[in-house]
């Protein structure tokens, strides 16, 4: 998508001399609290184990090179992708999908909900304060849409306050790359984090992960005196470039079998254009379920997470209860919101050690 064809932003600003309005954006997302602040907020693996696993700031910028990477390979607009990006997952609360899930049952006691998506998307409209001009970062139209559409379709009768992002069209192709870009970055670093943890063993992947054991039997072969972790690494390499590399030719395919030529074409498409073939899509999936049986629902895994969404709940108990004890910005949006609104955007917006600090000091005592 041509940066010139831009929607533009919700407060017009005169163009910058030498930077266009997506490396723009960009410039605004990484200089955001918000991104500084995902250098303290769990993928998979706390803090509690080792600070060599990734954490979700990591994690982001492992997203951003695969897309920059596939959206040159297919002439889409890499500024625009390296924006969404590095956007994509602001709006994640404290410890990763455990915090989320934990804050969304909280919400749905009140018949809302909790959506890291919809919540990024106020991070970068209300509660970034950067600018006298305006709220928020004032990002494009489509980086916006692009923070709530990349991953998933809103029915736009269930979500009429965002109407204005043609939620009955498909997103641009680079916003559709977001979400797949993401699942190969996580699937891949979380099968390398579970190994580097003993959590999960080479014997246990190779038996189960069927496309991880193609990459590693030539690998065995080859240097079959190499230590363990060097012959995981080699075959990990190999399972990313494969699955980049189809994802690269899959979407070429489908976009010529298509007749896609433009924006429009993408927009009224039937279903989403960016994707892997239907084999890596499956090999992918297995190592997804894999992931979900072995890593995720490991005791050690559970037991953490438990913990956490006892930290998460007893806190938000907290803040109902004293909603004078949150920070002043977030008393005077009680006289907009309702409170557990409040309470719900204060808690996503912590870090996991200052989540772990505020239940030091308002509920251990």
């Known amino acids: 998508m041509s940066v010139r064809k831009t929607l533009g932003r919700r407060y017009p600003e005169p163009l910058h001399p030498y930077r266009n309005e997506y490396e723009r954006d960009r410039d605004r997302i990484i200089h955001s609290r918000a991104f500084r602040r995902l250098e303290n907020k769990t993928q998979v693996f706390t803090r509690r184990y080792s600070d060599h696993f990734r954490n979700r700031l990591t994690h982001t910028l492992e997203v951003a090179q695969i897309s920059r990477t596939v959206a040159g390979a297919l002439g889409l607009n890499t500024d625009l992708v390296e924006a969404l990006a590095l956007v994509h997952d602001v709006g994640h609360p404290p410890f990763g999908h455990t915090g989320e899930r934990e804050l969304n049952r909280l919400m749905d006691a009140h018949g809302e909900r909790f959506d890291h998506n919809l919540h990024a998307l106020r991070i970068v409209e209300q509660f970034e304060q950067k600018y006298v001009n305006f709220p928020g970062l004032n990002l494009t139209f489509e980086v916006r849409e692009g923070i709530i ?28 790359l977001i979400d797949v870009a993401d699942e190969i970055a996580y699937n891949c670093a979380d099968l390398d984090d579970g190994y580097e943890a003993k959590l999960l063993t080479l014997a246990q992947i190779r038996e189960k992960v069927p496309v991880f054991r193609r990459f590693l039997r030539p690998v065995e072969r080859k240097f079959p005196a190499a230590p363990e972790k060097l012959k995981f690494n080699e075959a990990l390499r190999g399972l990313i470039d494969a699955l980049v590399t189809d994802l690269i030719t899959a979407t070429q395919k489908r976009l010529e079998k298509m007749e896609v030529r433009t924006l429009a074409d993408v927009r009224r498409a039937p279903r989403r254009l960016v994707g892997l073939s239907s084999r890596l899509a499956g090999e992918n999936q297995e190592l997804k379920v894999f992931l979900q049986e072995n890593l995720y629902a490991h ?56 989540l772990a600090d505020q239940h030091k000091k308002y509920v251990e005592p």
């Open 149 to 176: 559409k990349h991953s998933r379709d809103y029915d736009p009768a269930q979500y009429p306050e965002l109407a204005e992002y043609r939620l009955d069209e498909r997103p641009p192709l680079e916003a559709q």
């Open 299 to 354: 005791r050690e895994v559970r037991a953490e997470r438990q913990r956490i969404v006892r930290r998460v709940e007893q806190l938000f108990e907290f803040f109902m209860e004293h909603p004078r004890s949150l920070p002043a910005f977030y008393v005077a949006k009680t006289g907009d919101d309702p409170i557990y609104r409040v309470v719900c955007d204060y808690i996503a917006g912590m870090t996991d050690n200052y």
